[in-house]
T-cell receptor
Framework: QKEVEQDPGPLSVPEGAIVSLNCTYS??????FMWYRQYSRKGPELLMY????GNKEDGRFTAQVDKSSKYISLFIRDSQPSDSATYLC??????????????FGKGTLLTVNP | GAVVSQHPSWVICKSGTSVKIECRSL??????MFWYRQFPKQSLMLMAT?????????EQGVEKDKFLINHASLTLSTLTVTSAHPEDSSFYIC????????????FGEGSRLTVL
């Protein structure tokens, strides 16, 4: 079993739709959870960052972490064509030494059609 | 958010030559920087962890003599691909964490290397 599983898609939705992206993981030591957006041929851009379980909202984006189920989600409301990108989940065990290292999902390719 | 700058964004070189890629944290000090490699339609693969003032820690399977990493200051890390070959062609991305780690990593724009 891979440490982080993410459906690679592709996912295609109409403009204005609610998008749900998710990842599952197996390492119970993970406590920092991130979502990155990556446009083609660009570096990943940090979208959401969550420590431990709970929800976090930022504009049209909501991140959820359920550590008991080892499941994280990213919701995008009122999706826009500019949201079309690859979304990567990432997580780490915490601070100090090699725990800084992020483990990434494979990324989900999202296309929002006008 | 914190800004990480990478240079060059795109480089083409001949087989056998060496290429240096720079990664700078522009508005914060980064005690730790990470170098990743990404193949088309694949996720990021961590190559090495770079700590300011000490030797880099390489991931298993990454040749330390081929991918030289130097982290000479709190704002600059460099990756040198030595004696490059076509199979080294890839997208290389650096990231940096804030001093006093908060769990967030900020990425550079990436550097696309093509070895002819």
């Amino acid at each position: 079993q891979k440490e982080v599983e993410q459906d690679p898609g592709p996912l295609s939705v109409p403009e204005g739709a609610i998008v749900s992206l998710n990842c599952t993981y197996s390492n119970s030591a993970f406590q920092y959870f991130m979502w990155y957006r990556q446009y083609s041929r660009k570096g990943p851009e940090l979208l959401m960052y969550t420590y431990s379980s709970g929800n976090k909202e930022d504009g049209r984006f909501t991140a959820q972490v359920d550590k008991s189920s080892k499941y994280i989600s990213l919701f995008i409301r009122d999706s826009q064509p500019s949201d079309s990108a690859t979304y990567l989940c990432a997580m780490s065990a915490g601070s100090g030494g090699s725990n800084y290292k992020l483990t990434f999902g494979k990324g989900t390719l999202l296309t929002v059609n006008p | 958010g914190a800004v990480v700058s990478q240079h060059p964004s795109w480089v083409i070189c001949k087989s056998g030559t060496s290429v240096k890629i720079e990664c700078r944290s522009l508005d914060f000090q980064a005690t730790t920087m990470f170098w990743y490699r990404q193949f088309p339609k694949q996720s990021l693969m961590l190559m090495a962890t770079s700590n300011e003032g000490s030797k880099a820690t390489y991931e298993q399977g990454v040749e330390k003599d081929k991918f030289l990493i130097n982290h000479a200051s709190l704002t600059l890390s460099t990756l040198t691909v030595t004696s490059a070959h076509p199979e080294d062609s890839s997208f290389y991305i650096c990231s940096a964490s804030l001093a006093g780690f908060t769990g967030e990593l900020f990425f550079g724009e990436g550097s696309r290397l093509t070895v002819l």
